[in-house]
Each structure stands twice: as C-alpha cells, then as structure tokens.
C-alpha cells in the first residue's frame, strides 16, 4: 500500500503539489489526469523517492521510497513517455541489465503478446535475437514504447509507473494494451500519468 499524508512540493513560490492525502491499496489501478503544469509528474516523483517533499510523508509497505525501491530493487518499474532503446536485439532490449540466464524465451514471448508486438517479432528473421537497430531505429515510435512496457513487466513488479507510456500508439493498439494491462489489477499496482 502506498499511504501519502499532507504532502506539498514547491518549485520556487510554484506549489506543484499542496497538502495531498491519499492511499493507493495493493492492485490498484490509477490514472493521474490533468494538463501539463498540473502536479503529476512531480507527484509520481515523489512516490518514486526522485524528489523529496517540502512537507508531508509517503510510505510504500510501511517504509520511505528510497529505502522501499534498495530495499526491493525490482519491486518497481518506470515506463517514460520516450523509451530508450539500446543497439541490440529484442530480446537485449527486454532483459536490459538483467541476468538473461534467469528468463525462458516463453516468458518474454508472453509479455510480447501481452504488449501486442508477438506478431511483429515472429515475423522478424532472428525472431527474438533480431536486431532493433541504434535507439531503435527499426522500430515505431509505438513499438519502442512497447518494448518498454515489456521492459517494465519482466520483472513482475508490485508497482508499475506508466508516464505517458502509450502516447505514441494508434488508438486501437493503446485500448488493447489498456485492457492488458487493466488485466493485472489485483496483482500490480499500477499509475498512469495521462493528459
């Protein structure tokens, strides 16, 4: 559970989040919405342990941010708006930093499918050890973002962040992987940051 109490952050004399009370139980699914300049971000980056508050108390199982994410390292994920990708293969890309020897083929294959970009790596000529190219240069804007999410969930995190996360897809893609996603409720927290 994430239990946020009095919580205020200023930039300057802006107060980008002012005295914000809230509870966030255990599988719960969050959007954050509003327009730019609205305190979203700035409050994820406090859930996140990114910044620090002016005022107020976040605690995530009981404990501050910082000593929750050391503490349980691949407890979180994090998914940007604009989604690194390194000059590898796909399947690089998804383990990213992790030990490859730890994950099946059959678990990232279900995490493609779940991020509907399975039919697009099958039809790869390496399949999985297919190349993406510098930054990701072979794929969409909308693929890498998939990738990403892949990314995020490999680890089955308790807590996932999705910052924008899906603004570079087509509408029917992005309702597809909502209603994916919308599947976990219950088992990953989840907060979506959207216009």
Not at 15 to 28: F, Q
Not at 76 to 104: A, C, M, R, W
Not at 125 to 153: N, Y
Request: net charge negative; proline share 4%.
């Amino acid at each position: 559970m994430i239990s946020i109490t009095g919580l205020s952050k200023s930039f300057g004399d802006v107060k980008a989040v002012d005295h914000i009370s809230l509870e966030i139980l255990d599988g719960e699914f969050l959007t954050l919405l509003g327009p730019s300049g609205s305190g979203k971000t700035t409050l994820v980056d406090l859930i996140l342990g990114i910044q620090d508050p002016v005022r107020g108390e976040i605690l995530i199982s009981g404990i501050e941010p910082r000593l929750c994410f050391s503490k349980y390292p691949l407890a979180v994920s994090y998914v940007p708006q604009d989604v690194e990708i390194v000059n590898g293969s796909v399947k690089h890309n998804i383990l990213l930093g992790l030990d490859e020897t730890k994950f099946k083929d059959i678990q990232i294959w279900n995490l493609l499918e779940r991020v509907k970009l399975s039919e697009l790596v099958t039809n790869l000529p390496q399949k999985l050890e297919s190349q993406v190219g510098e930054s990701g240069a072979k794929l969409s804007g909308g693929q890498r973002q998939r990738l990403g999410i892949a990314r995020a969930l490999i680890t089955q995190p308790k807590l996932l962040v999705l910052d924008e996360a899906t603004s570079a897809l087509d509408s029917e893609t992005e309702l597809a992987i909502t209603e994916s996603l919308t599947a976990l409720k219950g088992e990953i927290t989840i907060l979506v940051i959207a216009h």
